[in-house]
């Protein structure tokens, strides 16, 4: 079945550095993927749409300028904070969709914490 | 504007109960429904996809039921086992028909 593997799994940064977060789909050509955030106990919320080779369309509220997002190539999408922030602390997950109507493939997250 | 809820935030069963997890959505253009699992600290679980076409689907030991009359969507779990102990999701694909919009989740907790 579709794989989509996403890295690193957990990662621990210093308040003003930034961190790049991997998404890969392994067997499968992703012409979409999704990134969602999900704080503790809640339900996840989705971030962004990337389109392969196209600008990301953001979800309303969140800062393009501070979570950038790279679809490159149809197996690749990266996601970077910026300057994190305690309060972006979560848990971020990627889903990729490929050229079927649907079929959507998640990965396994990353728990990011902001010291 | 487009949301998907869960009627109850947690659920606690026996093992070897039947268990039935309950979504209200609001979209009604929505096409596509899907269940998710998810475990602690882990990425959703695919577990069963419904189409708005259907209003029944089985899978091994669930079943996804869908009402478009009251856009209500249920997952029933047939003897629900300790390894069923996880927050479920359901989600719905948006007006786009791309990005998939979540729930709010149920957590499912099963004693032996």
């Known amino acids: 079945g579709a794989v989509v593997s996403q890295h690193p799994s957990r990662v621990i940064c210093k308040s003003g550095t930034s961190v790049k977060i991997e998404c890969r789909s392994l067997d499968f050509q992703a012409t979409t993927m999704f990134w969602y955030r999900q704080f503790p106990k809640q339900s996840l919320m989705l971030m962004a749409t990337?389109?392969?080779?196209?600008?990301?369309?953001?979800e309303q509220g969140v800062e393009k300028d501070k979570f950038l997002i790279n679809h490159a190539s149809l197996t690749l999408s990266t996601l970077t904070v910026t300057s994190a922030h305690p309060e972006d602390s979560s848990f971020y997950i990627c889903?990729?969709?490929?050229?079927?109507?649907?079929?959507?493939?998640f990965g396994s997250g990353t728990r990011l914490t902001v010291v | 504007g487009e949301s998907v809820g869960l009627h109850l935030p947690t659920l606690s069963v026996q093992e070897g109960d039947n268990s039935i997890i309950n979504c209200a959505y609001s979209?009604?253009?929505?096409?596509?429904f899907i269940w998710y699992k998810q475990e602690s600290g882990k990425g959703p679980q695919f577990i069963i996809d419904?189409?708005?076409?259907?209003d029944k689907r089985q899978g091994q030991r669930v079943t996804v039921l869908l009402n478009k009359t009251v856009k209500h969507l249920s997952l029933q779990i047939a003897a629900t086992q300790p390894g069923d102990s996880a927050v479920y999701f359901c989600a719905e694909n948006d007006q786009a028909g791309t990005a998939l919009i979540f729930g709010k989740g149920t957590t499912l907790s099963v004693s032996s």
């Open positions: 990337s389109n392969e080779g196209s600008k990301a369309t953001y």
């Open positions: 979209n009604s253009a929505s096409d596509y």
């Open positions: 419904i189409r708005s076409n259907m």
């Open positions: 889903s990729a969709k490929g050229q079927t109507n649907y079929g959507y493939t």
